[in-house]
């Protein structure tokens, strides 16, 4: 049997006996003859960052192949703030490998994300997904080579505490039950995800974990595997569809939200990249670090303060990204360093056989371990647009080719020690920072936007969109203003809790 289809545990591949990627129309509709669909969910992500929902009954034959050949039309204005009132109308249309079941609805029902377009029956020039595709197109257009990415999903579960088996705070990081409250439902929520298409790596609790008011708050985290751009944030928004409804169903609450409370671990959105050539990893050379991987850093070191636009794009984003926090705040890149921008993970570079180590039984292994190496980049957070974030940084890297002195940057942003101790204070000076508020990242984005306009990747409709409102939150002074008055913070929290 295929090895990518033994174990699937998408439901639609078990039956079709396909990958996602050959299902066609045909497949849809048999599957929706012989297992009883009997309604069908367009889905799309709007200017908010959440994905909307058009609901159809399947009244016939006719009517099933009609909306899965033309689609159907929707407000444009009504879903972007850049579109029009007055020339409003957008199709949308299914692609059949985004096919799941929905987990959740009563009635038999086959959900598809979909993409826009215009009225001349073009791609639109500005949807989120659209710009992810063009994004990751003039990167192999320019360097050959194939941009891959993967999130790491935090988030808050809130429930009425129990005052059983309290879990310390702030010590939540891998707890396993009884002292990890929501570890089942994360795992059924990974289940869902898994089934509706989504490379999950794994799941786990995290960091946060405290009380307030005699609710719980739990972090949990649910990370991808590698996979091409544009499937990468098709994942992470079905999942956050998949946890939040799922929360809704067992009465718990759900936040992505970049920080809720101060003194506690806010939830970030880290996103890992690789970079593929014929099927192969090109992060390492030799065991090192490669100049394509040290290309592409430099280019986000250049870019980062403007990424922040499409990655942190609230006020409370920049409660989180304080100085002396995991969280980051310097524009500089590390080996294992979680105080840096942007990270390299250990990467599985010993040439120790851990596996026959660990079980003595077990013959030597050869698994082709440079394919797990990543670098990830961490200021990003749960407000983010995961189209935009992904395309930013897309872009960002093949900035990284384009640039004559890209190594250089690398090396002089390169750092191996925690630059927050007081003895690195000297290299901390050096390094240039991430915006602080909304309106100074805005400013960056105006300021290196033709670099995100190039190969007409983002449409300036878009950049000036993102950048009204950022600038709308007129918050220059508002993390100082607050920093002593919880009450007030916890009103703007309550203001964004839902972001994304």
């Known amino acids: 049997m295929n090895n990518e289809l033994s174990m699937c545990p998408n439901k639609l591949v078990e039956a079709i006996g396909k990958p996602t990627k050959e299902f066609t129309k045909k497949d849809i509709i048999e599957y929706i003859q012989e297992n009883g ?11 908010d960052g959440r994905l909307k929902t058009l609901n159809f009954v399947i009244n016939n034959l006719e009517y099933l192949e009609t909306i899965l050949t033309c689609g159907e039309r929707v407000d444009g204005s009504s879903l972007f703030p850049f579109i029009e009132a007055g020339s409003s109308d957008l199709y949308v249309l299914p ?19 979909c993409s826009y377009f215009n009225k001349d029956g073009q791609p639109l020039e500005s949807s989120p997904e659209n710009t992810l595709k063009k994004a990751a197109q003039s990167f192999k257009d320019v360097t050959g080579m194939e941009f891959q990415a993967m999130g790491e999903l935090e988030y808050y579960v809130i429930a009425p505490d129990t005052g059983m088996f309290a879990a310390t705070d702030q010590k ?7 002292y990890a409250k929501f570890n089942e439902f994360r795992t059924q929520c990974m289940a869902y995800i898994s089934q509706a298409g989504g490379q999950i790596k794994y ?3 995290e960091v946060g974990n405290f009380t307030i008011d005699g609710l719980i708050y739990e972090q949990n985290e649910i990370e991808f595997l590698p996979v091409n751009a544009a499937d990468a944030a098709d994942q992470l928004m079905i999942a956050k569809w998949i946890i939040r409804n799922l929360a809704n169903k067992l009465g718990y609450n759900i936040t992505f939200a970049p920080k809720i409370t101060a003194g506690k671990a806010g939830s970030g959105l880290h996103i890992h990249m690789r970079i593929m050539k014929d099927g192969q990893n090109q992060m390492l050379d030799n065991g090192i670090l490669s100049e394509t991987a040290r290309k592409a850093i ?31 705040t ?43 190496q990543t670098v990830e980049m961490r200021s ?63 400013e960056c984005l105006q300021k290196q936007r033709e670099i995100f306009e190039k190969y007409n990747v983002f449409s300036p409709a878009m950049i000036d969109g993102i950048i009204k409102r950022l600038k709308s939150y007129n918050d220059q002074t508002l993390r100082q203003e607050l920093q002593d008055n919880q009450e007030e913070m916890l009103k703007l929290v309550d203001r964004f809790f839902h972001c994304g």
């Not at 939540?172 to 009884?178: F, I, L, R, V």
């Open 380 to 442: 990003p957070d749960g407000s983010a647009d995961i189209y935009q974030l992904i395309a930013g940084l897309a872009v960002a890297c093949r900035h990284g080719f384009e640039m004559e002195n890209a190594l250089s940057i690398a090396e002089d942003t390169y750092v191996n020690v925690n630059i927050h101790k007081k003895e690195n204070e000297d290299k901390l000076s050096k390094l240039a920072q991430l915006p602080d508020n909304c309106m100074a990242s805005a």
């Open 298 to 328: 430099a280019g986000m070191m250049e870019l980062a303060p403007s990424i922040t636009a499409f990655g942190n794009t609230n006020p409370t984003s920049y409660f989180r990204l304080v100085p002396h926090q995991e969280a980051p």
């Open 37 to 47: 669909i009997r309604m069908i969910n367009f889905m799309y992500p709007a200017g």
């Open 330 to 372: 310097n524009i500089c890149w590390g080996d294992r360093n979680r105080s840096v921008l942007v990270r390299v993970p250990l990467g599985w570079a010993a040439e120790s056989d851990m596996c026959q180590i660990a079980n003595p039984l077990e013959k030597k292994s050869y698994y082709n371990t440079t394919q797990k």
């Open 95 to 113: 692609r059949f490998s985004t096919a799941f079941i929905d987990p959740f609805a009563e009635i038999p029902t086959l959900s598809m994300l």
């Open 172 to 178: 939540g990081y891998h707890e396993s039950a009884p």
């Open 203 to 205: 799941g786990h609790s």
